[in-house]
């Protein structure tokens, strides 16, 4: 019996222990899309170490299998499309992608107008 308590309370630990995510950021693509492609280049290496990266993990699906979980406001038409998903939900959505410049201003604002995503605008160096 009392293995089982240990065992309980190590699995509620692990459990505790693990991040959870309200939301996610779902990238819609499909072979071939060169404005994919270029989101690939610029934006993928850094996102998952950016303040919207670690609150929104992305998600990548193809466009012509969406997965049953993912509850979409309307159809997805353009390749890259990104929606800002809670629950398997579609809160909002940026189709296309407009260069990295304007990416990441989009991307603050829908978290921010939709989920639970404070913008930190504290820099480390300074600037």
């Not at 998600?59 to 309307?74: F, G, K």
Request: hydrophobic share 45%.
């Amino acid at each position: 019996m009392r293995h089982l308590r240990q065992l309980a309370a190590a699995s509620a630990a692990v459990c505790l222990s693990l991040p959870v995510w309200a939301a996610e950021l779902v990238m819609v693509e499909q072979p071939g899309c060169e404005w994919c492609a270029r989101w690939n280049e610029e934006i993928a290496p850094v996102y998952p170490k950016t303040a919207e990266g670690g609150f929104a993990p992305l998600r990548r699906v193809d466009l012509r299998t969406l997965p049953d979980d993912l509850q979409v406001a309307r159809r997805v038409l353009f390749t890259p499309t990104f929606l800002i998903v809670e629950d398997g939900r579609e809160l909002a959505r940026l189709e296309g992608y407009p260069g990295e410049e304007f990416f990441w201003p989009l991307l603050t604002d829908l978290l921010t107008a939709h989920t639970g995503f404070v913008e930190n605008t504290n820099t480390q160096d300074g600037s």
